[in-house]
């Protein structure tokens, strides 16, 4: 038997300082979320998402993110079975579920068997934060990047996504809400990247950034120069400009199964806190 949905409504602006300590609670783990509602507060078509509320006793315990991604945040199990309900209610429109791991694996067995089966479930992914300047020294050839650069990163982060997902970012539109999504990165001073001979060889970007923490994102070495030990040092100048300028804590999550990857994030400094799950459609 699920939970009932009593216990489950839809947010409003009312609820912000109850909204707040859950995000507080944990604002690396948070931050996608945390960075979605300090950005569009409860518009929801600005935030391009519903925001819902779990409550015990009258208490706003646990929230789940509703939109083109399903992220549950502070979930209990008894929030997480909650929340699966109210999304079978509303029926799928998301293209993954994410964030901690046992909030997400409850959610996912209710799902499951309503939505079939996922195109990939990544089921421990560990989830990484450090709050100290990086290990090692960052590679003084990484820098951000130029807004004349574009055509170049987006090449380089199309191919980052498709290797990444299983799927190429520009079957949907021909690309044009990824093209815009990297320039933004752009703009923001957020996207990183080796330039050789005006290609990238190796980039990242501070994908997610509240004040508390930021996440780096879509790290990736060209194919032909895995091997050269390119990824940790690019990775160090991401975050060694995120700890100065951004906020004080950077995160990433990897999959447990990338062997190089978490080699390379051990070596910036980059220390387990948490275990993410991913489950995509």
Same mark, same amino acid.
């Given at each position: 038997?699920?939970?009932?949905?009593?216990?489950?409504?839809?947010?409003?602006?009312?609820?912000?300082?109850?909204?707040?300590?859950?995000?507080?609670?944990?604002?690396?783990?948070?931050?996608?979320?945390?960075?979605?509602?300090?950005?569009?507060?409860?518009?929801?078509?600005?935030?391009?998402?519903?925001?819902?509320?779990?409550?015990?006793?009258?208490?706003?315990?646990?929230?789940?993110?509703?939109?083109?991604?399903? +992220?549950?945040?502070?979930?209990?199990?008894?929030?997480?079975?909650?929340?699966?309900?109210?999304?079978?209610?509303?029926?799928?429109?998301?293209?993954?579920?994410?964030?901690?791991?046992?909030?997400?694996?409850?959610?996912?067995?209710?799902?499951?068997?309503?939505?079939?089966?996922?195109?990939?479930?990544?089921? +421990?992914?560990?989830?990484?934060?450090?709050?100290?300047?990086?290990?090692?020294?960052?590679?003084?050839?990484?820098?951000? +990047?130029?807004?004349?650069?574009?055509?170049?990163?987006?090449?380089?982060?199309?191919?980052?996504?498709?290797?990444?997902?299983?799927?190429?970012?520009?079957?949907?539109?021909?690309?044009?809400?990824?093209?815009?999504?990297?320039?933004?990165?752009?703009?923001?001073?957020?996207?990183?990247?080796?330039?050789?001979?005006?290609?990238?060889?190796?980039?990242?970007?501070?994908?997610?950034?509240?004040?508390?923490?930021?996440? +780096?994102?879509?790290?990736?070495?060209?194919?032909?120069?895995?091997?050269?030990?390119?990824?940790?040092?690019?990775?160090?100048?991401?975050?060694?400009?995120?700890?100065?300028?951004?906020?004080?804590?950077?995160?990433?999550?990897?999959?447990?199964?990338?062997?190089?990857?978490?080699?390379?994030?051990?070596?910036?400094?980059?220390?387990?806190?948490?275990?993410?799950?991913?489950?995509?459609?």
């Amino acid at each position: 038997m699920l939970q009932t949905t009593d216990q489950v409504r839809l947010l409003r602006g009312s609820d912000l300082t109850a909204i707040r300590r859950i995000l507080d609670a944990d604002p690396a783990v948070n931050a996608f979320v945390d960075a979605r509602v300090r950005a569009a507060g409860f518009d929801p078509r600005r935030m391009g998402a519903q925001l819902w509320g779990y409550e015990e006793r009258g208490e706003l315990v646990s929230l789940c993110y509703a939109g083109a991604n399903l +992220v549950p945040v502070g979930a209990t199990r008894a929030a997480a079975l909650a929340f699966a309900e109210r999304a079978l209610q509303h029926g799928r429109t998301c293209s993954s579920v994410w964030g901690p791991r046992d909030a997400v694996a409850t959610i996912w067995q209710v799902l499951e068997p309503v939505w079939g089966r996922a195109r990939g479930v990544r089921a +421990v992914q560990p989830f990484l934060t450090m709050r100290s300047q990086p290990k090692i020294a960052p590679d003084p050839r990484v820098r951000r +990047v130029r807004m004349d650069e574009l055509d170049a990163l987006y090449e380089a982060s199309v191919a980052f996504f498709t290797e990444e997902l299983g799927v190429s970012p520009e079957e949907r539109d021909g690309g044009s809400y990824y093209r815009a999504r990297v320039a933004d990165l752009i703009r923001r001073g957020y996207a990183f990247a080796r330039f050789e001979n005006g290609e990238v060889v190796a980039k990242a970007e501070i994908g997610i950034a509240t004040p508390r923490a930021f996440q +780096v994102q879509g790290v990736w070495v060209r194919p032909d120069r895995r091997g050269e030990g390119l990824a940790a040092p690019c990775v160090a100048a991401v975050v060694s400009a995120g700890l100065r300028e951004v906020a004080p804590v950077a995160s990433l999550y990897v999959n447990d199964f990338n062997i190089p990857a978490r080699r390379a994030y051990a070596r910036v400094g980059f220390t387990q806190t948490a275990t993410f799950m991913t489950v995509l459609f």
